[in-house]
Nanobody
Framework: QVQAVESGGGLVQPGGSLRLSCVVS????????LAWYRRTEKRQQELVAD???????DYVGSAKGRFTISRDNAKNTLYLQMDSLKPEDTAIYYC???????????WGQGTQVTVSS
């Protein structure tokens, strides 16, 4: 069973930055389009950004211009650089297969991001 382990979250002030990492135990990691998702207390889980196996990226809503998704296939690791963080970015962040693929790995524990002064 594939496992995704997210890390890098924490408490940060508005305007600050965090870099999230997700290590995936999938030998065919490089064959997958991947994504970061987040779940807030008030909203359902939502897509934040995705990256294709060839490296093309896309961002949703307020992530545009502030977040950067990237991947290191040699390390089976997905990253999310988050800059200019806002309180509304507070959520648990997860990585998984991108939604266009139509399937998901089992969800990991996620990593909590809290943006507060």
């Amino acid at each position: 069973q594939v496992q995704a382990v997210e890390s890098g979250g924490g408490l940060v002030q508005p305007g600050g930055s965090l870099r999230l990492s997700c290590v995936v135990s999938e030998s065919l990691f490089s064959d997958y389009d991947l994504a970061w998702y987040r779940r807030t207390e008030k909203r359902q889980q939502e897509l934040v950004a995705d990256i294709t196996k060839s490296g093309a990226t896309d961002y949703v809503g307020s992530a545009k211009g502030r977040f950067t998704i990237s991947r290191d296939n040699a390390k089976n690791t997905l990253y999310l650089q988050m800059d200019s963080l806002k309180p509304e970015d507070t959520a648990i962040y997860y990585c998984n297969i991108a939604p266009m693929s139509g399937r998901f790995w089992s969800w990991g524990q996620g990593t909590q991001v809290t943006v507060s002064s």
